[in-house]
């Protein structure tokens, strides 16, 4: 497994790279159609892992902040993702992977079904579980409103391009999350 020292931020320079879709752009409701019964899932995002497991998918991790696109969820979406799994929370600000969340993340692949609620953003944290993934597993984590979501495989190229993603990051001069503020 792959761990990090310390809380890593994203830099203003990596920002444009990963806005772009680093894998296969679907429409949600196609990924039932592109997984196997066995495959293992990682879903990233309320409503990702909304859509997963309403289509009968059953995502090994959940990673979800009670926000889709920066707006709080319904209440029905928020009884789905509470009830999925037992839930780790955790604090993850924004533009930021932290040591906690990281643990977290790569703590969770173990189990057969888990659930990780993050005070603050989720989204950069496809990327330890990108880097820690069994090869062959399958990741989907939202994209902007209207695009749908990308699924990736966690396989050698994936994990080398997000490796070198990941070493672009700038390691944080204070703990961030100590320093930030739960909204």
């Given at each position: 497994?792959?761990?990090?020292?310390?809380?890593?931020?994203l830099?203003d320079?990596l920002?444009?790279?990963?806005?772009?879709?680093?894998?296969?752009?679907?429409?949600?409701?196609?990924?039932?159609k592109l997984?196997?019964p066995?495959?293992?899932?990682?879903?990233i995002?309320?409503?990702?892992?909304t859509?997963?497991?309403?289509?009968?998918?059953s995502?090994?991790?959940?990673?979800?902040?009670g926000?889709s696109?920066?707006?709080?969820v319904?209440?029905?979406?928020?009884?789905?993702?509470r009830?999925?799994?037992?839930?780790?929370?955790v604090?993850?600000?924004p533009?930021?992977?932290?040591?906690?969340?990281?643990?977290?993340?790569?703590n969770?692949?173990?189990?057969?079904?888990?659930?990780?609620?993050?005070?603050g953003?989720e989204d950069?944290?496809?990327?330890?579980?990108?880097?820690?993934?069994?090869?062959?597993?399958?990741i989907?984590?939202?994209?902007p409103?209207?695009?749908?979501a990308?699924?990736i495989?966690?396989?050698?190229?994936?994990?080398?391009?997000?490796q070198?993603?990941l070493?672009?990051?700038e390691k944080?001069?204070?703990?961030?999350?100590?320093?930030?503020?739960?909204?």
């Amino acid at each position: 497994m792959i761990s990090i020292e310390q809380d890593l931020i994203l830099p203003d320079s990596l920002r444009d790279e990963l806005k772009k879709p680093l894998g296969q752009l679907v429409e949600c409701s196609d990924i039932p159609k592109l997984i196997k019964p066995n495959d293992r899932i990682i879903a990233i995002g309320d409503s990702v892992s909304t859509s997963l497991i309403l289509t009968g998918l059953s995502p090994s991790l959940i990673v979800w902040d009670g926000r889709s696109h920066r707006h709080p969820v319904n209440e029905g979406t928020l009884r789905i993702l509470r009830k999925y799994a037992p839930m780790q929370k955790v604090r993850n600000p924004p533009a930021t992977i932290t040591k906690e969340a990281w643990s977290a993340v790569t703590n969770s692949l173990s189990k057969d079904r888990a659930s990780i609620y993050v005070d603050g953003e989720e989204d950069l944290l496809a990327i330890p579980a990108i880097l820690n993934a069994g090869e062959g597993t399958k990741i989907v984590y939202g994209f902007p409103p209207g695009k749908g979501a990308i699924l990736i495989d966690a396989d050698a190229k994936t994990k080398a391009t997000f490796q070198d993603i990941l070493s672009r990051f700038e390691k944080s001069k204070t703990q961030a999350s100590a320093k930030w503020q739960s909204r």
